[in-house]
């Protein structure tokens, strides 16, 4: 788990450019809290958890992240809307100007790395302006021992200045705040915004081009743990759709909650070091591991405090997108080290707002190639300006914006690895059932729980026999009975006692569906093709 013993050790950012800075490297996540409380408008819970507001952007911001385009990138990365040439010449301008910007300030500097696989470690500096983005730093990355930092060599370098703004004219950016990776340098460069998820991103998104081209490991948007078996389970969602919440499981030892790769091997590896879990609502009861983790040592970020200093987490009004991260030792049950192997059950998590979806069922390997490039899930009202109904939202390979190269490279890796390792694919509703958004109500935690345990314990498969629906509309084939489930829970067309308004709203998402395939049939298999919704 690293050491929080104080480092001695004073290293100097002058090869960095950055000049007259005064360092503090390696500091304990205790001392980084004092400081962000005293200076940085940090505050702290009843608990002594630390509390800070992340300022204009409390998300990612899609459009502000670049990749520079040179010799290495030019020809594999897909570029595009989602990733964004960049020029080399001024990546080196902006970065220029923003190690001024940070020279005769008061630096944080952290060297950690990420991959719990030795094969595939990857040595990391974070230079932050902000004491609490290093914290973010510290709980999110993993921490090298103080043996392993006296000859630390690092091969990316995370410079993040939430406080330098670009100018958009000189600079080459969309507008004041960017996120950009240089393959070349091995750099990636923040600024413009406070939003700390842009630091574990950036290395995620380096990951992704760099571990399949150069090391044949697929990198994996994904939460995973492994069963007393040592059985590995594999969970992609999008955000909102319970990956984190299904994954720290009591009788599972939890490896990770967001970023993995999966090895030629068959091991299945996190890249992390901690957790950056939602906790819009958070409820202490359906999700006790979360709750218990915010303790001392732990960030929340945009929520409001009670008079007493409590947390109220059902308050948006800074942003629906209040989070909390941790060290993955605030988890009681964990995979150590953060490896797991025989990956035999991959869930594919939704949040189905039109409530059409089953709340699970089984994919062939067509299908599941088809909801990966796929990445649905769907929007509803409230979440953002102007949404008034289920909007539905496709990110392909559950990880769009993190994902340099073109979704179906993923996809055929993923395909390759189900093949070998005889792998069952699962996609799993965790969103309405009973009817759409504003007429039905969410699936019950326990009883997506119930589904996912009977799914990997075999007794799904037992208790259904081969006895699979398939679906009229989707195709996908649907266990007419599962342990602890309600059978009436497991029919979304009976759930609603409205047959005509379920076909129609059924039809509706397998048109959102088509038409978000059209940019990838070129690249799909007939397999692949035939996938898809029927109707």
Not at 21 to 31: D, F, G, I, S
Not at 143 to 170: C, K, Q, S, Y
Not at 228 to 252: E, H, M, V, Y
Not at 258 to 265: A, F, I, L, R, V
């Amino acid at each position: 788990m690293g050491s929080n013993t104080l480092v001695t050790k004073s290293i100097s950012l002058e090869y960095l450019g950055v000049k007259n800075a005064r360092v503090h490297y390696q500091l304990p996540p205790e001392k980084l809290q004092e400081l962000s409380v005293a200076g940085y408008n940090g505050k702290e819970t009843a608990n002594g958890t630390l509390v800070v507001n992340t300022g204009e952007f409390t998300g990612r911001s899609p459009m502000d992240r670049f990749i520079v385009k040179d010799d290495i990138t030019s020809d594999p990365i897909w570029w595009g809307d989602i990733n964004i040439p960049f020029s080399p010449e001024k990546f080196d301008a902006l970065q220029e100007k923003v190690v001024a910007y940070l020279g005769e300030k008061d630096v944080f500097v952290r060297d950690a790395y990420a991959c719990a696989h030795d094969n595939y470690k990857l040595n990391i500096r974070v230079v932050n302006e902000y004491p609490w983005s290093n914290m973010f730093a510290y709980n999110m990355f993993l921490r090298p021992d103080a043996a392993a930092l006296e000859n630390f060599d690092p091969e990316w370098t995370v410079i993040n200045a939430p406080g330098f703004m670009a100018d958009p004219a000189v600079d080459g950016t969309r507008q004041h705040n960017f996120a950009i990776l240089n393959f070349t340098k091995k750099v990636a460069l923040i600024g413009g915004t406070g939003y700390t998820g842009e630091i574990k991103k950036g290395i995620f998104s380096a990951l992704n081009f760099i571990l399949p081209v150069f090391k044949n490991t697929l990198p994996m948007h994904c939460s995973a743990n492994v069963g007393k078996d040592g059985k590995t389970a594999i969970f992609f969602g999008l955000s909102g759709t319970g990956k984190t919440t299904l994954s720290t499981d009591p009788d599972r030892a939890l490896i990770g909650d967001d970023e993995h790769g999966w090895t030629s091997e068959n091991d299945v590896f996190n890249f992390e070091g901690g957790c950056y879990a939602k906790v819009i609502n958070l409820d202490p009861k359906g999700e006790p591991e979360i709750y218990n983790a915010i303790k001392p040592g732990a960030i929340l970020e945009n929520v409001k405090l009670n008079d007493d200093k409590t947390v109220d987490f059902a308050d948006t009004s800074i942003t629906q997108n209040t989070r909390v991260s941790y060290p993955i030792h605030h988890i009681d049950n964990i995979k150590q080290p953060s490896i797991g192997s025989n990956p035999k059950n991959i869930f594919f998590l939704t949040a189905d707002a039109f409530g059409v979806l089953p709340p699970i069922s089984k994919l062939t390997p067509g299908q599941a190639a088809y909801h990966f490039i796929s990445g649905y899930t769907a929007k509803v009202a409230g979440t953002e300006a102007g949404i008034t109904e289920p909007v539905p939202s496709f990110s392909a390979c559950f990880g769009a914006p993190f994902m340099p190269l073109h979704p179906t490279k993923y996809a055929e890796m993923l395909s390759k690895k189900m093949q070998e390792s005889g792998v069952t694919v699962w996609l799993v509703n965790t969103g309405w059932t009973g009817g759409p958004y504003g007429v039905g109500h969410r699936m019950k935690l326990k009883y997506t729980r119930a589904m996912i345990t009977a799914a990997m314990d075999g007794s799904l498969e037992d208790a259904n026999k081969d006895n699979y629906h398939i679906h009229s509309v989707f195709g996908v084939a649907q266990p007419r009975t599962c342990p602890n489930v309600p059978t009436e829970v497991l029919s979304p067309r009976k759930s609603w006692n409205n047959d005509k308004g379920y076909y129609e709203t059924a039809a509706k998402l397998t048109q959102a569906f088509r038409a978000n395939f059209k940019k990838f049939e070129e690249y799909a298999s007939e397999q692949i093709m035939n996938g898809g919704p029927l109707k």
